[in-house]
Nanobody, 122 residues
Framework: QVQLVESGGGLVQAGGSLRLSCAAS????????MGWFRQAPGKERVFVAA????????YYLNSVKGRFTISRDNAKNTVYLQMNSLKPDDTAVYYC???????????????WGQGTQVTVSS
């Protein structure tokens, strides 16, 4: 059974940084693209970033480009989301997700973590 466990969320002031981690288990991590989503209170869950199996290709929500960086360490079965220059609008629960294939090509994720809260104060 695939398990995804996020960590690294917390409270940070606007302009600050956080790094989220997601530890995966249950299938061969390096065979799958990975992603991050977020859900703000009262809003739908939205795509934030994705990364192909090797880390060579990454994809971002327009509003986080240049501020967030997704990366992975296949030896550690872990995907990361480095978030810099955080804004109050980034406040949300952040979810890690595992894709159905090696290369990312649209919203086709099949496993999800439990989420980690990120709160950015103004």
């Amino acid at each position: 059974q695939v398990q995804l466990v996020e960590s690294g969320g917390g409270l940070v002031q606007a302009g600050g940084s956080l790094r989220l981690s997601c530890a995966a288990s249950g299938r061969t991590f390096s065979n799958y693209a990975m992603g991050w989503f977020r859900q703000a209170p009262g809003k739908e869950r939205v795509f934030v970033a994705a990364i192909d199996w090797s880390g060579s290709s990454t994809y971002y929500l327009n509003s986080v480009k240049g501020r967030f960086t997704i990366s992975r360490d296949n030896a550690k079965n872990t995907v990361y989301l480095q978030m810099n220059s955080l804004k109050p609008d980034d406040t949300a629960v952040y979810y890690c997700a595992s894709y159905r294939s090696t290369y990312y090509n649209g919203l086709n994720f099949d496993y999800w973590g439990q989420g980690t809260q990120v709160t950015v104060s103004s």
